[in-house]
């Protein structure tokens, strides 16, 4: 790795250094540098490029030697997630268990890993969904029938599984069609555009950092943030969900238990959520949340075919032969 990429070189660097940097990185790679940036948040920090190409947002994230895994509590598991695990223990009429056992299960083993440096997309993206016009002819009459009937309930979206979507968009619709991807199909059309998918390591340094707590911000759950699925949205409805929010590198990422982020593996395998799967199984914001550790075990899925409504993705290019 090129020392300068590394993450405690690079954070030395001094501003005049790190722009000259960036924009050898932008014209490398056919981007305009947006500029400089500050990320500050959870106890860790990076002063770093902002870039754009094709529409998408890309940042610099510099590589490091990190811990990743996870196999007991660095601090402590708070009392308010403590009471939620004990409380969920006397509803399911559980035996009482030791929390940092029932998570280890859930937890990839501590290893070492060296990060390369990277150009990460800031924002998870949708797969199999085209967006249409209203009157592509592909939209079949009886999808468009059944649009029509729903739109008159007031409500805001309508998925015809496996093949259109309408959601409401200001004063009109947006329309999209389903088109089923196998996992292998979309890795090799990536390639051919220059771009990747992290691997499970990478996609664990993206989000934690190298954290050694069950979360970046600690081992238990923080209840003062606003958290998906189990906010009152009549509260603040434009308030941001905390966890959303770009992390110490600007990436918006592990926020949404039922949003699964496809990583780069032999299989189709995920990281960053189970696709809702605790959450729908009412296990609370503690255990419906804990998907989202950077520390979990990524999941292997049953088969190759890639699912539109909990599978996403992040593009990066790799600063593997940068000098």
């Known amino acids: 790795m090129n020392e300068k990429l590394s993450r405690p070189q690079f954070n030395q660097m001094d501003t005049t250094e790190k722009q000259t940097l960036m924009e050898s990185l932008a014209a490398r ?11 500050d948040r959870w106890d860790q920090s990076c002063t770093t ?3 754009e190409k094709d529409g998408r947002k890309f940042v610099f994230v510099p590589g490091d030697t990190v811990t990743l895994g996870w196999e007991r509590f660095a601090v402590g598991l ?29 937890m990839a083993p501590v290893r070492q890993a060296a990060i390369g440096p990277m150009l990460v997309g800031r924002e998870l993206e949708e797969l199999c969904w085209e967006p249409v016009a209203l009157d592509d002819p592909r939209l079949r009459p009886e999808w468009l029938e059944e649009f029509r009937q729903f739109a008159l309930t007031g409500r805001d979206s309508l998925t015809l599984v496996g093949h259109a979507r309408f ?37 664990a340094y993206l989000c934690g950092g190298g954290c050694r707590t069950l979360f970046p911000w600690g081992d238990g759950l923080d209840y003062s943030m606003r958290l998906h699925w189990f906010e009152d949205m009549d509260e603040d409805e434009n308030r941001p969900y905390d966890m959303e929010e770009p992390n110490f590198f600007g990436l918006s990422i592990a926020y949404d238990p039922y949003m699964r982020e496809v990583v780069q593996a032999d299989r189709l395998t995920t990281c960053g959520g189970d696709g809702g799967c605790n959450i729908c199984g009412g296990l609370g914001p503690f255990l419906g949340f804990l998907p989202c550790s950077p520390h979990c075990k990524p999941e292997v899925q049953e088969d190759n075919e890639l699912n539109g409504d909990y599978d996403f993705y992040r593009p990066i290019i790799r600063l593997e032969n940068y000098d």
């Open 167 to 203: 959601e409401r968009d200001g004063d009109g619709w947006q329309a999209a069609l389903y088109h089923r991807m196998d996992y292998s199909d979309f890795r090799s059309q990536l390639q051919k555009q220059g771009l990747s998918l992290p691997t499970a390591d990478e996609w």
């Open 29 to 39: 790679y056919d981007m305009t540098f947006l500029g400089l940036h500050t990320f």
């Open 49 to 51: 490029g902002i870039f």
């Open 78 to 106: 708070n009392q308010e997630s403590r009471e939620e695990l004990e409380y969920l223990f006397r509803e399911w009429e559980m035996e009482p268990q030791n929390p940092e056992e029932m998570i280890r299960e859930s």
